[in-house]
T-cell receptor, first 118, second 110 residues
Framework: GAVVSQHPSWVICKSGTSVKIECRSL??????MFWYRQFPKQSLMLMAT?????????EQGVEKDKFLINHASLTLSTLTVTSAHPEDSSFYIC??????????????FGPGTRLTVL | LAKTTQPISMDSYEGQEVNITCSHN???????ITWYQQFPSQGPRFIIQ???TKVTNEVASLFIPADRKSSTLSLPRVSLSDTAVYYC???????????FGTGTRLTVIP
């Protein structure tokens, strides 16, 4: 149980285009999901917290107009990188907060999406 | 938010026990200690979580002294497939303010 998927697993796009990444909790509902970014050889950095039915909360230094987050259902959150540039190339990882009687009260991570902007 | 300090890297031979220590001097009363494992190009995977004393599961043990200012992840008889980065995180259960420090890059040598 507690599986989180991401789609696509990798994407290559041209500079200036927008890319959407989906994060799904497959076998549980998650009112809260998180988006992280990880550059090569570096640690994960929290970008934003996504709450179902409300606006996302962004960490300091993360542009909310560039990284659009939508959490329209209890099993899906999307991250759209708008007007992507090469410096946005990174590994994007989402996580979903598990809760309830059958899950540990912790974050379950997706497999990540490798974004390469040419 | 309690910050953590871990060794940047460790090497170990196959079959040995590996102990990775994490310092968290500013841990709060409500904070738990959680360890994650991350392979290259994959998301982190939960290993173990504890609050105090000792916790053991099928893959690891977690030792937490009485003052809780540090913790040690113990991996028994590591194999090559245990080569990964191990992160120690401190925070309230379910909190959104997970801070991933540098992690410890463990390399298991044949």
């Amino acid at each position: 149980g507690a599986v989180v998927s991401q789609h696509p697993s990798w994407v290559i796009c041209k500079s200036g285009t927008s890319v959407k990444i989906e994060c799904r909790s497959l076998d549980f509902q998650a009112t809260t999901m998180f988006w992280y970014r990880q550059f090569p050889k570096q640690s994960l950095m929290l970008m934003a917290t996504s709450n179902e039915g409300s606006k996302a909360t962004y960490e300091q230094g993360v542009e909310k107009d560039k990284f659009l987050i939508n959490h329209a259902s209890l099993t899906l959150s999307t991250l759209t990188v708008t007007s992507a540039h090469p410096e946005d190339s990174s590994f994007y990882i989402c996580s979903a907060l598990g809760s309830g009687l059958t899950l540990r009260d912790e974050q379950f991570f997706g497999p990540g999406t490798r974004l390469t902007v040419l | 938010l309690a910050k953590t300090t871990q060794p940047i890297s460790m090497d170990s031979y196959e079959g040995q026990e590996v102990n990775i220590t994490c310092s968290h001097n500013n841990i709060a009363t409500n904070d738990y200690i959680t360890w994650y494992q991350q392979f290259p190009s994959q998301g982190p995977r939960f290993i173990i979580q504890g609050y105090k004393t000792k916790v053991t599961n099928e893959v690891a043990s977690l030792f937490i002294p009485a003052d809780r200012k540090s913790s040690t992840l113990s991996l028994p008889r590591v194999s090559l497939s245990d080569t990964a980065v191990y992160y120690c995180l401190v925070g309230e259960a379910g909190a959104n303010n997970l801070f991933f420090g540098t992690g410890t890059r463990l390399t298991v040598i044949p």
